[in-house]
């Protein structure tokens, strides 16, 4: 109530301050109004600040930091208030200059991964890899002297050829031939081959006449032997492809027989009994009619060599010979998985 009253006087003082009432009694002796005349110079000067210079401005705030010293930081804003509210606020100065740039603050997280950018461009070719293993080649013969026409008449076995029970024929027992040791006479030979005997004691032996030969191969490729064959006087000509050191082999599969006790013979057929790949010719042919064969076969897993055999188990007898002539082994193609032919 009384901080009220307080504030009342001292409001009417102010107001008479201001009034020009208050100048009309000056000239009295009352030395109340003296003073508060003093007050009325005091606050004249204070007022000042209502000039918009500057410098007074600057004389304002002078007056509100006096307040402020006095009191408590909380009244600075209502002592600037009371006695500033009429001061114009200073303009803003020019901006200063940029200053030193700062130290690099930490390196921030990994943010997240950007989209693949377009491909770049081919790179240079790299050096050329090893050679690989041999491939297929279906063209060349891989048997020497397939002919015969290497070799002299009369020759047993052939040049590049096992055997026995077989010699070299000339002419009229041939089917083609070529130039070989003159540019006008050729050589036109072929190979015969008598057949298999019959054991005349127990425990007799005897093997058919045949020819062999082993050529290198590449598992899993496909191989076609081929070749023209004449069988006369019931003669049994079979060729076969065989494949040492593994269950098609061995090298050479003759059919073999045996004598037994008491009479007759057992045969042995290794073709028959490890399903070896191979042909049977017709066995009662015309003389001088050669016919044309052919044998596809699949180098099976571990193969190396392949044993091109043939051999005649028909009729012994000078007459039932088997004639064969223009032998081609090639690779036809491949890899395989296996290979057929039912006929």
Known sequence: MNKRRHNNKKEIIEHLLDSTLFDSAINTNDSILSNLFELKNAKHQKDKCHDHHDRCHDHCHDCCDDCCNDHHHDCCDDCRKKKCRKCRKCPTGPTGG??????T???????????????GGTGPTGPTGPTGPSGCCPCTNS??????????????????WAGTGTVVTGTND???GRFVLSPTTPVIQSVSILGLGTPGTPGAITTPGFISQEVP????????????????????????VSFPGTALGPCTPLIMRTGLAGGGFLTTNPIFTNNIPHIVTQSNQPSSVFQHYTLVVCAPVGATTACITFQNIGNPAPGGEALVDNVVFQNTGGPCPSCSQNF
Not at 231 to 238: A, E, F, S, T
């Open 98 to 103: 940029t200053g030193p740039t700062g130290g």
């Open 217 to 240: 191969v590449s598992p899993g490729c496909c191989y076609t032997l081929s070749f023209e064959a004449q069988v006369r006087d019931n003669g049994i000509l079979v060729a076969s």
């Open 174 to 176: 041939a089917h083609s």
């Open 105 to 119: 603050g930490p390196t921030g997280g990994t943010g997240p991964t950007g989209g693949t950018g377009p491909t």
């Open 143 to 160: 048997l020497t002297n397939p002919g015969f026409d290497l070799s002299p008449l009369g020759q047993t076995p052939p040049t590049g």
